[in-house]
């Protein structure tokens, strides 16, 4: 259970971000989806591009889809998006703009969502990303020569909920080509909302190949969160405030971590920060200042 | 761990470098003209 209130303020971009990808609001009363201009912009989060209100392009289907197509070429546009907001956050895009983590984040509840994920299954999205970067150029149909985005035909349950359930289902020429596919689709659907009752984030954790990408950014991303051993206390109270129980102290930017920042606002020290500028202890030594400092210390031994 | 800014440079610059230069292959387009139609995978229609 979460010790500390979850930030209101994060809750508001949230929504915000989820509102301003999905502003279409009449797509979601007429059942049909947007295609003016502003589809040519690839959002860098899981936001199915056939959800009624989707504005922009889901990069995690648009990827797979061009590398499906006759000329099998990856999409360089795409990969920029995502690569550059890695770059700059990690997985901060999962923790603040997602609206499918959003989802996953409003359908939980409080006090028995931190069930653990056993290990295994945290890999499984990296095994899922590996799916969207080659198997649409690896497993092609011989007769037409192309591939499938087959994350999407088969595990994105975000894909079901907004594309299946909101347009699919209302749209009776799309109804009748309904088959098993769309019942195991719903069953993927159906069982990562019933995890999500009890697990935090159970699809970032598992099966988002966008999240494993963003992930590997973590150590590495301009902005992220800073460690200031001298302040630290060891309190673990920022253990206590990750809802993903994540040893914070230890490893501030665990690729598993979603940059909610949850153990930024309860550190009682403020030895924990989200900046691009390092902590004291990873600060270049200034020899120059550093030499009299050296030498009272030793005049004070003495 | 020292602080190695020089390799979140290095990846925002790569990232941004592709960016434009999927942009300038006239990528954008490409990924309208899919986007612009329903996705019968991401319903779950083969």
Redesign the interface.
């Known amino acids: 259970m979460h010790r500390h209130p979850l930030n209101p303020r994060r809750r508001l971009v949230q929504f915000a971000a989820a509102l301003a990808a999905n502003a279409h609001l009449t797509g979601f009363a007429e059942g049909r989806i947007y295609q003016g201009p502003v589809k040519q912009v690839c959002v860098p989060f899981l936001n199915c591009y056939s959800c009624p209100g989707a504005l922009g392009a889901c990069p995690v289907g648009s990827y797979q889809v061009m590398l499906a197509m006759s000329g099998h070429s990856v999409s360089l546009y795409v990969a920029g998006v995502v690569t550059t907001a890695g770059a700059l956050g990690g997985r901060l895009v999962c923790g603040w703009l997602c609206p499918f983590g959003l989802l996953q984040e409003v359908l939980a509840r409080p006090r028995v969502c931190r069930l653990p994920v056993p290990r295994p299954l945290l890999w499984i999205k990296y095994l899922m990303l590996a799916a969207v970067l080659f198997l649409p150029v690896l497993l092609i149909n011989s007769s037409t020569g192309l591939g499938a985005p087959y994350f999407c035909t088969y595990v994105c349950p975000a894909g079901t909920l907004e594309a299946g359930l909101l347009v699919g289902l209302r749209d009776p020429a799309l109804r009748a080509l309904m088959g098993p596919l769309f019942i195991w689709k719903v069953a993927v659907l159906a069982a990562f909302l019933v995890a999500m009752r009890f697990v935090y984030r159970p699809f970032c954790r598992t099966a988002c190949p966008l999240g494993a990408f963003y992930g590997l950014f973590n150590p590495v991303s301009l902005w992220r969160i800073r460690h200031d051993a001298g302040r630290c206390r060891q309190c673990h109270t920022c253990r206590e405030a990750c809802p993903l129980q994540l040893a914070v102290d230890r490893s501030p930017n665990h690729p598993e971590c979603v940059r909610c920042l949850e153990c930024v606002r309860a550190c009682p020290t403020a030895a924990l920060a989200f900046t691009a500028r390092p902590a004291p202890q990873d600060q270049p030594v200034d020899t120059e200042r550093s030499k009299p400092r050296a030498a009272v210390k030793c005049r004070l031994n003495n | 761990?020292?602080?190695?800014?020089w390799?979140?440079?290095g990846?925002?610059a790569?990232?941004?470098?592709?960016?434009?230069?999927?942009?300038a292959?006239g990528?954008?387009?490409?990924?309208?003209q899919?986007?612009?139609m329903?996705?019968?995978?991401?319903?779950?229609?083969?």
């Not at chain 2, 761990?1 to 800014?5: A, E, L, S």
């Not at chain 2, 790569?14 to 942009?23: D, F, Q, T, V, W």
């Not at chain 2, 990528?27 to 309208?32: G, L, Q, T, Y």
């Open positions: 761990m020292k602080d190695q800014r390799i979140s440079y990846l925002a790569a990232g941004i470098c592709m960016l434009l230069a999927g942009l292959r990528e954008a387009a490409d990924v309208m899919k986007a612009v329903i996705c019968l995978e991401c319903i779950g229609i083969r």
